[in-house]
């Protein structure tokens, strides 16, 4: 039985070293591509270091007592001298978790005041958290769309940045337009891409930040990091930073209102899209598109869903490339993602057809 549970133990370490060697990690917490997250970074190696000695000291100090004073076949059944108080030995084991705790204090107190700074030079974006995807508004007075009322841009489950360049984010917990002009479905979230900075939770009812930068032009993945529900494991979003000259084709696209097809196929998709389907369901109920009479922000903005650098839908779990998947998704979004906000209207496959080629116009 010894012999077997050894086996089990060192099998089960052996797993955890091979999947410590997978060099395809896009959250990894220990490869940061922005100076937010190398500073938390900075802060939590000596942090694990000394976690690491008092666990050796404390767990090694319990085995060694185990092992030392075991009971013994053939041995006195009497218990050993009792001694009770060690003065110096106490104050010792006082003072000293005093000071480890001290050495850790002190820099993370300094880096929280550090991290909490907001320049005034910094791009903004509102994040908001909705059951189960993110929206991101573009808030700065640069970043107003040319069409109807004018307003900030804002996209779904893609956050594009210019690489380089400091971003303010202010995070929302927003729930959804369900109903009546009072958020619902508003629950904790929690805002976290590992390479780029740490978890920020997004609460009902509170406004709280990061403020981060991306060195380098890339894709860097991100998800909720606090349960929210049936699908807080499909809650994921990407974030694009772009070089200067991407960025701002990007912008200049995104304050276009969406492209009108001309493709026949794609303008049926268009006229179910904005007059209903055959069941009743009008997806203008949720979404908007620019320049057309979809102005719900209930659901994900659809204005360029297929533009290059959105990339994925339905919370991210899915590429926008990706046709069978957004067919799929249209044909029942609740059996596709359990929970989904969005009903099965029970789509015709003509009508799948149409949407899905409305959808992959709006580039």
Known sequence: MRKRLLWVLAFAALTLLLGACSGDLPQNTFDPAGPTAQKQKDLLMPVLWVAAAVFVLVEGGIVL???KYRHRKGGDDRLPPQVHGNTRLEIGWTIAPAVVLAFVMV??????????????DAMHITVKGYQWWWGFEYTDPDMVVSYGQGGPIV???????????TVDL?????????????????????????????????????TNHIVFAADEPGTYWGQCAE??????????????????????????????????????????????????VSGGGQCTACHSVGGTNATSPAGPNLTHFAAPEHECFAGCNWDTTDVEALRAWLHDPPGVKYGSKMPNYNLTDDEIDALTAYLLSLT
């Open 65 to 67: 007592i185990a092992l």
């Open 107 to 120: 820099p993370t107190v300094g880096m929280i005041w550090e991290l909490a700074e907001r320049p005034a």
């Open 155 to 165: 996209v779904a489950d893609t956050m594009v940045v210019p690489a380089g360049r």
């Open 170 to 206: 202010s995070i929302e917990s927003a729930g959804g337009l369900v109903g009546g002009d009072d958020p619902d479905f508003r629950v904790a979230h929690s805002f976290w891409a590992p390479r780029l900075f740490g978890k920020q939770d997004a609460m009902p009812g509170r």
């Open 227 to 276: 349960f929210c529900g049936l699908q807080h494991a499909r809650m994921r979003f990407r974030i694009v930073a772009l070089d200067e000259a991407d960025w701002r084709a990007w912008v200049e696209n995104e304050k276009q209102p969406a492209v009108e097809p001309t493709d026949p196929l794609a303008k049926q998709g268009m006229d179910l899209f904005l007059n209903g």
